[in-house]
C-alpha cells in the first residue's frame, strides 16, 4: 500500500478504526488486487494524495472542498477480474472493482459530502438512477461515456462519520445487481461510526458548502472524475493484455 494510514496533522485523536478492514472482500476468488498507481486508489490516503487523485489539475481546490466538511483520511481497493460476457474489440477484457471509504471528523461534514455529491452524480448524460432502496442512505448510477465501450456502475453510501463507494466496470457485462449486492455487503460491513460522536476531532470543519468551481472538481468523483480513472485504467489493461 502506498501509504500507511494517516490522520491529518494532530487534528485530534488517532481514530481507532483500521479502514483496511471496512471494505468488503471481492464477490469472487479470481478478483486480482491492483497495485497502486496515478489511475488506481488503492491503499491508504491522506488529505494531499487524495485530492491529487481526484484534482485533475486543481488538486489545492479539491482540497479545500475536503478539508471544509472535515475530512480525515481515506482508503481504497482495486481489483479486476476476467469478463464473463463476450469480448468488446477495444474494450477492457476484465472487470473492475474499487471500492473506497472517505472518513470525516463528524456525521455532519460526512452528510454534506454526500448530498452533494448524489446531487451531482445522479444527473448529466450518460447517467442512469439505478434503484438502491436496499441500501440505507444511498444513490447508485450506470454511466456511459462516448469516449469509451466500458460502462460505471457505482452504488454510495452514507453511514456514520463515513461516506463509501463501490463502483464496478465492464464493456461487457450488466453490473447493476452485482453492484448493489457488494454495496450491500459492504454496508453490513462498515461500522456504525469510525470514529466515536462527541469525540471533538473535527474543529477545523465549517460544514460549509465550497464555492461552486471548487465543487464542480470533486462533486463529479461519483461520476465524471471516477469514470475517467476507471475508463484510464480499462485502457490500459486492454494495452496490458494485447502485447
Known sequence: MFLS?????????????????VLAAPPAADYTELAPS?????????????????????ESEVSAALAAFGFRRAYARSWAEP?????????????????????????????????EVRDVSTIGEGVTVIDSSSIPDSYAV??????????????????????????????????????????????????????????GVNPAASHLAPTWPSW????????????GVTFAVARALARRSSR
Do not use: C, W
Open 5 to 21: 494510514a494517516l490522520v491529518l496533522g494532530g487534528a485530534g485523536p488517532t481514530p481507532a478504526t483500521d479502514l483496511s478492514e
Open 38 to 58: 496515478s489511475t488506481v486508489l488503492d491503499g491508504a490516503y491522506d488529505l494531499g494524495h487524495y485530492a491529487q487523485h481526484l484534482g485533475g489539475g486543481t
Open 83 to 115: 469478463a464473463k460476457g463476450s469480448y468488446v474489440p477495444g474494450s477492457n477484457p476484465r472487470r473492475l472493482l474499487t471500492e473506497t471509504i472517505e472518513e470525516y471528523g463528524d456525521a455532519a461534514g460526512a452528510g454534506r459530502r454526500f448530498s
Open 142 to 199: 450506470r454511466v456511459s461515456s462516448d469516449s469509451s465501450v466500458d460502462e460505471l456502475f457505482q452504488a454510495v453510501f452514507l453511514k456514520g462519520n463515513a461516506l463509501y463507494t463501490v463502483g464496478m466496470d465492464s464493456a461487457t457485462d450488466d453490473l447493476t445487481s452485482l453492484t448493489l449486492a457488494q454495496a450491500e455487503s459492504e454496508y453490513a460491513l462498515a461500522p456504525g461510526f469510525t470514529i466515536p460522536p462527541g469525540t
Open 216 to 227: 464542480i472538481a470533486i462533486a463529479f468523483f461519483g461520476v465524471s472524475a471516477a469514470l
